[in-house]
């Protein structure tokens, strides 16, 4: 008799140790990117200093700026999802590349979103054709798609399979949108990491206290929030998908 | 001078906890509606 196959609790310790340890990563995750939000907040908020010149709307940037950085690894995730369904055809990547679109494109309406509210008091407009702007906008378009690929192929095999080829190309916009500011002069997006070290060299220009601000928030919107959400929605993917199977499987009876 | 635009900030922050809480809402009445599904499922099968 496998393992597997012994009730839980004739299960060998260190078999039980394992799922109870796998199954309090998930919990424990919550928690820290639930108290991150919170210390994020405060830095934003509380810990720095108000910006002189541009008043209490600067603070809207250590989530702007983070969000997008968050929306990158999920969609990261999806390409990562994509390359290693095409190879294995294991349903697990596929459900990786949808959750890590699905939870990059909530985080960059975020950040879209966080900067157009930003640039009404800064830049007297809502939005302006700005490349970078412009770029973002066909980014979030590109992935918008990817949604309306996935519902419009019937057939599950011919769905995940360009649904893994699209989310690898759309990346190619996350990649344009994040070094444009970098490669062309006609832009009034400000250029943060990297502005006056040149390019490519990705030194922080910025104080202390937001030094401090941003880095917690990068750990909290670039990392924490990005990996528990999509860990979430994978779960919930694998209980469609059992559900889809079972459903199948009584149809054909 | 510093100007006064809280309310953008107000506005931001908003926009963020908007998007952010309502995909986590999403997500728990999707498993919700799969709970349904699944003991919809099982009653059907006994």
């Known amino acids: ?253 | 001078m510093t100007p006064e635009n809280t309310a953008y900030l107000v506005l931001g922050l908003a926009a963020v906890a908007f998007f952010s809480v309502g995909y986590v809402v999403t997500l728990i009445v999707r498993a919700g509606n799969l709970r349904r599904e699944e003991a919809k499922i099982t009653r059907y099968r006994q």
């Open chain 1, 1 to 253: 008799m496998s393992i597997a196959s012994l009730p839980s609790d004739q299960a060998p310790v260190f078999e039980q140790k394992r799922t109870v340890n796998r199954t309090l990563v998930l919990p424990i995750l919550t928690v820290l990117t639930l108290l991150g939000v919170a210390a994020g907040l405060y830095f934003a908020l509380a810990y720095v200093g108000t910006d002189k010149v541009q008043g209490n709307v600067q603070r809207i940037f250590y989530i702007h700026m983070p969000a997008f950085f968050g929306a990158f690894v999920a969609f990261g995730a999806a390409v990562l999802g994509g390359f290693m369904y095409l190879r294995t055809r294991n349903t697990k990547w596929d459900t990786l590349g949808l959750a890590g679109i699905e939870v990059g494109f909530m985080l960059a309406l975020i950040n879209i979103t966080t900067g157009m509210i930003w640039s009404r008091p800064i830049w007297n407009t809502w939005w302006t054709w700005d490349p970078r702007l412009t770029l973002e906008a066909l980014m979030i378009l590109s992935y918008a798609a990817y949604f309306v690929l996935r519902a419009g192929v019937e057939n599950v095999e011919t769905r995940r399979r360009f649904a893994a080829v699209y989310g690898m190309l759309a990346f190619t916009t996350v990649i344009l949108t994040l070094v444009i500011v970098r490669t062309t002069a006609a832009t009034i997006h400000p250029v943060v990491v990297g502005g006056e070290s040149g390019e490519g060299a990705f030194s922080l220009n910025a104080t202390p206290g937001v030094g401090a601000a941003l880095g917690v928030n990068m750990l909290v919107w670039g990392v924490l929030v990005p990996v528990t959400l999509t860990w979430y929605r994978v779960r919930l993917q694998n209980r469609a998908e059992k559900i889809a199977a079972i459903k199948a499987e009584l149809l054909t009876k």
